[in-house]
């Protein structure tokens, strides 16, 4: 069978589905249980998908009108999915050193750090769309949707290994109470904690914005160490602030990472990463070729930019656009305002300046322009091989959300020496 006959997850609900009442979140949860199912196949994790998978493809099947199909058929049709599952760029390890769940997957960052040191992930929950597109395109994996919801929770398996999510920072109404588990209800760091306390891995790993320890006056920071540390028993080490830049890639990005240990390991101590002290810059991860025009400001825009700078420091405010030099570290990236004006470089390799589009005027003679997406991907770490299957307003948005994939593997390693899963991973 080739490529074009193979028939392809995408077939599968929408296009086959004889029943129009059914709504794109149930198709969707589907492909996430048959893409977890395929992963996990022959693994004890595939139990958790199996019912649900072998059901959607049933219901779903142009062969059976009332669903009585023999589980062989179920399997041989499940089957003719593998190959999708599995031909991306960073396909399930198949002989895995631990197992971790990935919550708020974004785009993976967590995935390429965690597979990278040779753990499996068994269950992913991300509800953007277009996330999910890139994450499928790389992992061959949907994740689940919304992780509030008790049909997403469901599906997590029993026994994995460590926590990892970058989970939305939120504020607790925690006026004149103790800041615990139920005073945090109705957050998303609920549903971590409750998933924590369900499933008790033996670790965890958290992300967050550098603004989270002062965020309400240290309050939620105090308010989710409590909860880790009183309700659930783990042992959580000071939070720490760690900084992209000192871990290969030139970016000064600052984030704050929480790791906790469950109490029966009896850890009680870690040391985050030391940093690389390996010195990058902007031209380590500078696009090969000449980009195309739509990334080079137009003469009138880069006016613009000038102008207004110039108007605002002569009143002494801070104006947000930046020229990165190609010796020196872009500034963290970030979604949305002046996101891409705050790191435009500087590339002179350019000879065409007429515009790629019609809004957009004659581009500047001096070399300005935007960064890329595969170099935003490159400034977090993201290997060449990682895919970009979006438009580049997602694709900006996506590795902006995203983490910084080396600070996250070098942390992940120090997890991995703590609960010994080291044997095969040091040296990695
Ligand atoms: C800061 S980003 C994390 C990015 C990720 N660590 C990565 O490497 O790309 C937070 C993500 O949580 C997702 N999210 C927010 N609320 C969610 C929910 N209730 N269920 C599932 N995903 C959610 C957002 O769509 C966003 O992609």
Redesign the pocket.
């Known amino acids: 069978m080739n490529a074009k006959t193979k028939k392809r997850i995408d077939d599968f609900g929408y296009k086959t589905v004889k029943r129009n009442t059914l709504e794109a979140e149930v198709v969707d949860r589907s492909k996430a249980v048959i893409t977890h199912y395929l992963n996990n196949f022959g693994k004890k994790e595939a139990k958790y998908f199996e019912e649900a998978a072998f059901s959607a493809i049933k219901s779903y099947s142009i062969d059976s009108e009332d669903g009585d199909m023999p589980n062989s058929v179920v399997e041989e049709a499940l089957q003719q999915y593998l190959f999708e599952v599995h031909d991306v760029p960073f396909p399930t390890p198949q002989n895995p050193q631990f197992t971790f769940i990935?919550?708020?997957?974004?785009?993976?960052?967590?995935?390429?750090a965690m597979q990278n040191l040779g753990g499996k992930c068994v269950f992913t929950?991300?509800?953007?769309k277009e996330?999910k597109k890139t994450y499928r395109a790389n992992f061959g994996e949907v994740?689940?949707?919304?992780?509030?919801?008790e049909e997403?929770k469901r599906f997590i398996p029993d026994g994995f290994d460590i926590l990892?999510?970058?989970?939305?920072c939120q504020a607790f109404s925690i006026a004149g109470r103790r800041g615990g588990f139920e005073d945090t209800r109705g957050t998303?760091f609920f549903?971590v904690a409750e998933i924590i306390k369900r499933k008790m891995p033996k670790a965890f790993f958290l992300?967050?914005?550098k603004g989270l320890a002062s965020h309400d006056k240290g309050k939620t920071l105090s308010t989710i160490l409590n909860v880790l540390r009183s309700d659930l028993g783990y042992y959580v080490p000071e939070p720490q602030i760690v900084n992209a830049k000192n871990f290969g890639v030139p970016q000064n990005r600052e984030r704050i990472y929480i790791v906790g240990f469950r109490a029966d390991l009896g850890i009680d101590e870690f040391k985050y990463p030391e940093p690389l002290g390996k010195k990058v810059s902007f031209s380590d991860i500078k696009e090969e070729k000449t980009v195309g025009t739509r990334y080079y400001l137009s003469t009138k825009y880069l006016q613009t930019l000038y102008n207004h700078k110039a108007r605002h420091e002569s009143k002494g405010n801070g104006f947000g656009y930046n020229i990165v030099k190609d010796d020196e570290i872009a500034n963290a990236i970030v979604v949305g305002g002046m996101g891409r004006e705050r790191n435009l470089v500087i590339d002179n390799r350019i000879t065409d300046f007429k515009p790629e589009t019609k809004i957009q005027g004659e581009v500047n003679r001096e070399g300005i322009r935007k960064m890329t997406p595969r170099e935003w991907a490159r400034l977090?770490g993201f290997p060449n091989k990682f895919i970009i299957p979006v438009a580049d307003a997602s694709a900006y948005k996506?590795?902006g959300?995203?983490?910084a994939?080396p600070a996250?593997q070098a942390t992940a390693l120090e997890i991995l020496k703590k609960i010994n899963f080291l044997k095969n991973v040091e040296g990695k």
């Open positions: 990935d919550l708020f997957a974004g785009i993976g960052g967590f995935r390429v929950s991300e509800w953007d996330a994740p689940f949707g919304d992780i509030t919801k997403t990892c999510g970058g989970f939305p998303l549903d992300e967050n914005v977090q996506q590795f959300n995203s983490v994939v996250i």
